[in-house]
């Protein structure tokens, strides 16, 4: 009997120090929450940032940002939410602090969030994109019509799991410049790791559908992660790129192999990368074509 209550306890002990793991918050450096937004900077960033791609179901006829099409994920059917400034069913009622809380650790108002939302790219933003982001949608239209719930089964349905996800496969943390490149690769660099989550698409994951950061760029071959080709160097000049090729294509979805680019890749070019100023597609062109 002795033996069987020392081995009771040492589950026991063994569990509780599981679940303290598991479930302690997963925070990345704090941010600058003083700073004021500028609406026009933060505007350009719904598009540059894939808000209008996931947030807006134009096939079916709802307004902008007010909630996108249906996510199928091996995890179940995730829908992106009504992102206005309506208060009820948009984000209206949100301060600064519970956004920039969302996009740098995946954490809302009602709970931990899906990395269906890419907060792993989100966190790396700076703190003055994330007011001018704010801003802009503090600003926009508000819509009374909010998005239909998730259709995600049991257990993935526990938000309080990703808890435990977070502190297996979530790094919180601000993009790093590499040093000895020049601004402009740094800047492209940002941008695909970063805002416009080049690498959410063109990643591998694994199977509970974490980011390879190891493999970044390389190309998902389907699974957790949908199915995207692979944008590095090598990739790109296989299919005939150079820097003024890839910014065309990014522009109007024209291949050097006279091709169209449809599909979710030309969502993203109709509703973020064709919106991106000459110098930010420059400079995400030079990162992923440079040696």
């Known amino acids: 009997m002795r033996r069987w209550l020392w081995v009771g306890g040492i589950l026991v002990v063994v569990g509780l120090g599981a679940a303290l793991f598991f479930l302690r918050p997963v925070e990345g450096p704090p941010r600058d929450l003083t700073l004021v937004g500028d609406v ?3 505007t350009y960033l719904i ?3 894939g808000c209008v791609s996931c947030h807006t179901d134009a096939a079916n006829g709802r307004a902008f940002l007010s909630g996108g099409a249906r996510l199928e994920t091996p995890f179940g ?3 992106p939410p009504n992102i206005t400034a309506h208060p009820d069913a948009g984000i209206g009622r949100w301060t600064l602090a519970q956004f920039s809380d969302a996009l740098s ?8 969030l899906y990395p269906a939302f890419p907060y792993e790219n989100y966190t790396l933003m700076t703190d003055q994109e994330v007011a ?6 503090m600003a926009s239209d508000p819509v009374a019509e909010p998005a239909p719930p998730h259709e995600v089964p049991f257990p993935f349905n526990v938000r309080l799991a990703m808890a435990g996800w977070k502190n297996l496969f979530f790094d919180p943390g601000r993009f790093e410049p590499e040093a000895g490149r020049s601004e402009s690769y ?3 660099k940002y941008l695909a790791l970063g805002p416009a989550h080049c690498a959410a698409c ?6 509970l559908g974490a980011l390879d950061w190891d493999r970044a760029l390389t190309g ?5 992660g949908g199915r995207a080709p692979a944008i590095t160097r090598a990739a790109l000049l296989e299919e005939g790129y150079d820097v003024p090729t890839l910014v065309q294509t990014l522009r109007d979805g024209f291949t050097p192999g006279f091709d169209v680019l449809g599909g979710p890749m030309g969502e993203v070019i109709a509703d973020s990368t064709s919106h991106m100023t000459e110098e930010d597609l420059t400079a995400l062109a030079e990162f992923l074509l440079a040696e």
């Open 202 to 207: 063109h990643s591998p994951r694994n199977a």
């Open 132 to 137: 001018d982001l704010y801003a802009a949608l």
């Open 40 to 42: 026009e900077r933060g």
């Open 47 to 49: 598009r540059m940032a």
């Open 220 to 224: 998902s071959p389907g699974g957790t």
């Open 77 to 79: 059917t995730f829908v």
């Open 105 to 112: 650790n995946g954490m809302g108002p009602q709970g931990h």
């Open 186 to 188: 740094n800047r492209g």
